[in-house]
């Protein structure tokens, strides 16, 4: 289980950091179904699937963190059943917290949409998904703008969803066309994978996203668990992924650059929405 999780997120069939960050931690409780010698071997062998996990997306900071929270949680179990059953409680209340905070973060963001808004989102985050379906909950309408997110178009999953929200009309964009249609909206409101200094890091083309935004006055909000804002200890490591990618067939005489995410300064954003309420910059 933990090598076919790893090989789903390194190949971004899970696409949202917190769904990975819950997937990476369920798998990693199938080790207390395997047998063990004494609790060192037990631990090793979870430290040793857990940097696996870790290595698989390596710029997910959800992932990072609730990955060390579960190794670190293990303490000094005086058996290999304790050891088991420590594993499972640290899992369920590493996914709990993930969950919780996504939904709180979701809540605090709807309350900032107001009724009858034309917005515009980026890539696929189901913390975004989350506000809008708390926020069509509601009673609120909105008209939602959303860039395809190429190359893996992740944007055509977020538009199917939202086509399937009452009060919601969806139109996909291609990426290239976003300063035409940013320009109708109220605002734009991306997820994250993780806030680190004064950088947010999310799928690539936000950044040109809050650049044409900061260009046009159209505020730029982010949805996120205030876990994905890392103080210290986590360094964010881009992906550049394979150019398969971009073109069905071998590049010749030229290279291919696929970086999965970019840096957005801090200073382009209107403000962060998480589980800890609405930071305003």
Same mark, same amino acid.
């Given at each position: 289980?933990?090598?076919?999780?790893?090989?789903?997120?390194?190949?971004?069939?899970?696409?949202?950091?917190?769904?990975?960050?819950?997937?990476?931690?369920? #798998?990693?409780?199938?080790?207390?179904?395997?047998?063990?010698?004494?609790?060192? *071997?037990?631990?090793?062998?979870?430290?040793?699937?857990?940097?696996?996990?870790?290595?698989?997306?390596?710029?997910?900071?959800?992932?990072?963190? @609730? $990955?060390?929270?579960?190794?670190?949680?293990?303490?000094?179990? #005086?058996?290999? =059943? +304790?050891?088991?059953?420590?594993?499972?409680?640290?899992?369920?209340?590493?996914?709990? $917290?993930?969950?919780?905070?996504?939904?709180?973060?979701?809540?605090?963001?709807? #309350?900032?949409?107001?009724?009858?808004? &034309?917005?515009?989102?980026?890539?696929?985050?189901? &913390?975004? %998904?989350?506000?809008?379906?708390?926020?069509?909950?509601?009673?609120?309408?909105? *008209? !939602?703008?959303?860039?395809?997110?190429?190359?893996?178009?992740?944007?055509?999953?977020?538009?199917?969803?939202?086509?399937?929200?009452?009060?919601?009309?969806?139109?996909?964009? !291609?990426?290239?066309?976003?300063?035409?249609? %940013?320009? =109708?909206?109220?605002?734009?409101?991306?997820?994250?994978?993780?806030?680190?200094? +004064?950088?947010?890091?999310?799928?690539?083309? @936000?950044?040109?996203?809050?650049?044409?935004?900061? +260009?046009?006055?159209?505020?730029?909000? !982010?949805?996120?668990?205030?876990?994905?804002?890392?103080?210290?200890?986590?360094?964010?490591?881009?992906?550049?992924?394979?150019?398969?990618?971009?073109?069905?067939?071998?590049?010749?005489?030229?290279?291919?650059?696929?970086?999965?995410?970019?840096?957005?300064?801090?200073?382009?954003? @209107?403000?962060? !929405?998480?589980?800890?309420?609405?930071?305003?910059?």
């Amino acid at each position: 289980m933990i090598d076919e999780t790893a090989a789903e997120i390194r190949e971004m069939r899970t696409h949202s950091s917190s769904v990975v960050a819950v997937k990476a931690a369920l #798998a990693l409780g199938s080790l207390a179904d395997r047998d063990y010698n004494t609790v060192e *071997e037990f631990k090793r062998s979870v430290e040793r699937n857990s940097s696996a996990l870790r290595r698989a997306a390596p710029s997910h900071a959800s992932l990072w963190s @609730t $990955q060390r929270a579960i190794v670190e949680g293990l303490d000094e179990p #005086a058996s290999v =059943d +304790d050891a088991k059953a420590r594993l499972r409680a640290v899992i369920d209340e590493v996914v709990e $917290q993930v969950e919780t905070a996504k939904t709180a973060a979701a809540t605090n963001a709807a #309350a900032e949409l107001s009724d009858g808004e &034309t917005l515009f989102t980026h890539d696929y985050s189901s &913390t975004v %998904l989350a506000a809008l379906a708390a926020a069509t909950a509601e009673g609120k309408t909105f *008209e !939602v703008f959303v860039s395809e997110a190429r190359p893996r178009y992740l944007g055509r999953k977020t538009a199917r969803e939202l086509a399937r929200m009452p009060g919601v009309e969806a139109t996909l964009v !291609v990426d290239s066309a976003v300063g035409i249609h %940013l320009a =109708d909206c109220d605002r734009a409101i991306v997820g994250m994978d993780c806030i680190v200094g +004064d950088r947010c890091y999310n799928r690539v083309g @936000t950044y040109p996203l809050a650049a044409t935004a900061a +260009d046009l006055g159209v505020p730029v909000w !982010v949805v996120g668990a205030a876990a994905k804002r890392i103080e210290s200890g986590f360094v964010f490591e881009n992906e550049f992924r394979s150019p398969s990618e971009v073109l069905l067939e071998p590049p010749e005489g030229f290279a291919v650059s696929n970086p999965a995410y970019d840096a957005t300064p801090l200073s382009l954003l @209107t403000g962060v !929405v998480t589980d800890a309420g609405v930071e305003r910059f």
